[in-house]
């Protein structure tokens, strides 16, 4: 079962749409369509709460990741891991 299309988007503008299953959204929970201060250092969330702390499992880089796996299905990738 299909969701609605995802818009990955960075300030240069539209990367791709993609559409994401129902198991994604219970894997690892709904993606935002706006995320305004993103960090990867966890010492920087605790100290400034304005930060979303983005790990793996973040449904943000998730839906990175799967962008990033159509795009190399679509290519034709052959040295995927």
Same mark, same amino acid.
């Given at each position: 079962? /299909?969701?609605a !299309?995802?818009?990955?988007r960075?300030?240069?503008? %539209? $990367? @791709?749409?993609?559409?994401?299953?129902?198991?994604?959204?219970? *894997?690892?929970?709904m993606? %935002?369509? /706006?995320? *305004?201060?993103?960090?990867? /250092?966890k010492? +920087? +969330?605790?100290?400034?709460?304005?930060? /979303?702390?983005? +790990? !793996?499992?973040? !449904?943000?880089?998730? +839906?990175?990741?799967?962008? $990033? *796996?159509g795009? *190399? @299905?679509?290519?034709?990738?052959? %040295?995927?891991?």
């Amino acid at each position: 079962m /299909e969701g609605a !299309p995802l818009g990955v988007r960075t300030s240069s503008g %539209h $990367i @791709a749409d993609f559409h994401f299953h129902l198991d994604f959204k219970m *894997r690892f929970g709904m993606v %935002h369509r /706006e995320y *305004r201060r993103i960090t990867f /250092e966890k010492q +920087a +969330a605790r100290y400034d709460s304005g930060y /979303e702390f983005v +790990a !793996p499992g973040h !449904p943000l880089l998730e +839906a990175f990741n799967e962008v $990033i *796996r159509g795009l *190399r @299905a679509l290519c034709g990738d052959q %040295h995927r891991h």
